[in-house]
């Protein structure tokens, strides 16, 4: 009997260790899982066709993957990103983020397609993914090459993260016959193959996912069909080994539901990646053939030229024309819940939308700029004629404060564009100008963002603004609104000076103009808090910043006003930063808005900690060498440090390493992008001005009607 006993435990132990064998433990079932975050900033990548029927734009990130993908607004990203996981499926599994050395091709110059060659330090394996969207239809595809270096045969896994609707924590995910289809109430995605997946996970993030599966015993066990409500993950097993067979596509469709999404990606998928990428090309060539040559300042600099172009071209939202967001990104604290939904940078800035507007003006997208300027005043601005701190692409506002230079810049954008109709005149030219007299020259908030007072660079925008307004007054007939516009303008340009430059600073011997002042008394002692983790109380005297070179650019002083030449001296010694790459400048001292020491993310702090670090800005480079060609100097150095800024993907970030740590640690290259906002369309705009200043020998979008007044400088 003890025999039998000892042969029965034996038999059923045996039984159940090939039981565990056979059939793994189920996931984890509860929901919805980890918090839905968005992926870093520095894009090293960001694309779509040019057209407006295929409403989907993709962004790279720079650790190798695809990461947000939008759809079906330039201001909704629907996903977070799509990974690959190498495994042998005994030994390890793992991320290509994290297992390989990443870079990025640009395939062709003049296109926005992308390639990523990510290539394992193991040297077991390379990936090689091609990214486009296929013009007429809402679908990305994916051309993938996985190749064994080893010799050895290998597993392929892709994760996707879908995030519809700028909200990853309401999506339902679910397998049929091969496809990961995830939807939420108002949208769907459909990621199909060829060849076919031949396994399919759907889980919650961190959780019950294909990647929590595979780093345990790295075979893909879990093929639950479906889940709901949460943040869901969604695995396959692609049909390559990496020897055998190394080619894959892949196509992510979307639409309103899910067989519209399914559908879309198959007939994507059935046009073939080399047919699709032909024509996504196409419609980029077709594009800037239809504008002027380059200027010959971008000898140099060509690709970043074209690739600015298309930018910020990529910019427009495609189902409210006219609608330029500011970044496709989300940098640190934007990216992880503080806002739900995300923003702001994909979000619509009049201030942004004026730069963007002029750049593309100058590049011979006159159209571009139309439809810039016809949303602002149809879709943005308010009854009472002023227009959101920022909005959604339909129009909607987000933020609630009030900045004086979005209101005035869009009248200057109106003279340039001749847009002096009397329909656009009384219902949109004149309310505005008006709101500028009334509520004028102080401003809640200046172009930074975080303080209100009385700012050279707002005053700048409201004088040239008003004076645009006038002129476009006077050819309607409105001669008593021209005076008063002229007569204010007039007004705020002799007083500029007594509002915001100081005579007893402590940061010179001479007068120079201050970032802004509170109280309108640059002399007096008056303490503020910087914001954004800047310290509590600051003299005002103390702040300075390169924005009243505004009043330059726009026609209000002239360039060898000896105020504005002090000053340059002044902000020089306190802001500017050399490197490698050239100078840059920050936007002032003190400024909080960047990174930690260590690199860690900008976060919303208390005042006086010192824990985040505002680093310098490439576009304020721009805006310098356009004052160096209003006095006679060479200008083609600030050219190239804007260029010198951009990553391998030719994209042109906010802000740059500085002389403060970490910079010259490993990853933290001096002069080059920081984790903020890449591409921001601010650069890329100015970027596309400098270079066709230089080609005209002053800054092109500086209205001649303004200058002429004040400067006596009269162009045609």
């Known amino acids: 009997m003890l025999g039998w006993s000892v042969l029965l435990t034996s038999l059923v132990l045996l039984s159940g260790c090939a039981s565990t064998t056979r059939s793994p433990a189920p996931p984890p079932t509860e929901g919805p899982g980890s918090p839905a975050i968005w992926t870093p900033a520095d894009k090293v990548g960001f694309g779509t066709a040019h057209d407006e029927a295929s409403r989907v734009w993709f962004t790279l990130g720079s650790s190798g993957e695809l990461t947000e993908v939008y759809f079906p607004r330039a201001d909704t990203p629907s996903v977070r990103n799509l990974y690959f996981v190498v495994s042998d499926g005994r030994t390890f599994a793992e991320m290509e983020q994290e297992a390989t050395e990443h870079r990025v091709e640009l395939v062709d110059p003049r296109s926005l397609t992308f390639r990523q060659v990510n290539t394992a330090r193991s040297g077991r394996y390379r990936l090689t993914k091609t990214y486009v969207t296929e013009p007429g239809k809402n679908a990305l595809l994916l051309d993938v090459r996985f190749e064994s270096l080893s010799g050895q045969p290998y597993s392929l896994y892709v994760v996707y993260d879908p995030s519809l609707s700028n909200n990853g924590m309401d999506d339902s995910g679910t397998s049929e016959e091969g496809t990961l289809l995830a939807s939420d109430a108002t949208t769907a995605s459909a990621l199909v193959a060829q060849p076919g997946f031949t396994r399919t996970s759907n889980g919650f993030l961190d959780v019950s996912d294909g990647w929590t599966d595979l780093r345990q015993d790295f075979t893909l066990d879990w093929t639950q069909a479906s889940v709901s409500n949460g943040n869901v993950v969604q695995t396959a097993l692609v049909p390559v080994d990496g020897l055998t067979s190394q080619q894959v596509t892949l196509a992510l469709g979307f639409g309103a539901s899910t067989p519209e999404a399914r559908q879309t990606a198959q007939e994507s998928l059935a046009a073939g990646f080399q047919d699709v990428a032909r024509r996504y090309a196409e419609s980029w060539h077709t594009y800037l053939d239809s504008l002027p040559a380059a200027p010959p300042s971008t000898q140099a600099w060509r690709t970043t030229y074209d690739v600015s172009v298309m930018v910020l071209a990529a910019a427009e939202d495609k189902t409210f024309r006219g609608a330029f967001i500011a970044s496709p990104s989300m940098p640190w604290v934007w990216g992880t819940g503080q806002e739900n939904p995300s923003g702001p940078y994909h979000l619509v800035w009049s201030r942004d939308q004026y730069q963007i507007a002029t750049a593309l003006l100058a590049a011979g997208d006159k159209q571009a700029a139309e439809r810039a300027l016809e949303h602002l005043f149809q879709v943005q601005q308010k009854p009472d004629g002023s227009f ?329």
């Open 388 to 716: 959101p701190q920022n909005a959604e692409v339909d129009g909607k506002p987000r933020w609630g404060s009030l900045q004086l230079d979005e209101v005035a810049l869009p009248l200057v954008l109106a003279w340039q564009l001749g847009r002096d109709d009397a329909r656009t005149y009384t219902e949109h030219i004149k309310k505005a100008a008006d709101f500028v007299v009334a509520n004028g020259p102080v401003t809640p908030q200046e172009r930074w963002e975080n303080q209100g007072g009385y700012s050279p660079a707002t005053i700048a925008a409201e004088v040239a603004g008003l004076i645009c307004a006038a002129e476009l007054a006077r050819r309607n007939g409105d001669t008593a609104s021209a005076e008063r516009y002229e007569t204010t303008a007039d007004t705020w340009q002799r007083q500029v000076e007594s509002w915001t430059v100081t005579g007893n600073g402590p940061l010179a011997s001479h007068p120079y103009y201050l970032r802004i002042t509170k109280d309108g008394n640059p002399n007096a002692g008056t303490t503020y808090s910087i914001g954004d983790g800047g310290p509590a109380a600051v003299d005002q005297r103390q702040v300075v910043d390169l924005s009243f070179l505004e009043l330059v650019r726009l026609g209000v002083k002239p360039a060898d006003d000896p105020v504005i030449v002090q000053s340059l001296a002044v902000v020089d010694a306190q802001l500017r930063v050399d490197t490698p790459n050239g100078p840059y400048w920050h936007r002032f001292n003190f400024d909080g808005y960047g990174e930690t020491r260590d690199g860690a993310p900008w976060f919303i702090s208390e005042p006086e900690t010192g824990q985040t670090f505002g680093r310098a800005w490439p576009l304020l480079a721009g805006e310098r060498g356009e004052y160096a060609l209003l006095v006679g100097q060479p200008a083609d150095d600030f050219l190239a440090t804007m260029a010198r800024s951009g990553n391998e993907g030719f994209m042109l970030p906010e802000q740059v390493w500085d002389g403060r740590p970490p910079t010259g640690q490993p990853g933290f290259v001096a002069g080059e992008g920081t984790f903020s906002a890449t591409p921001l369309t601010w650069t890329h705009a100015q970027f596309v001005r400098l270079a066709w200043s230089l080609q005209a020998g002053y800054p092109v979008e500086q209205p001649s009607v303004v200058s002429c007044r004040y400067t006596k400088v009269c162009r045609r």
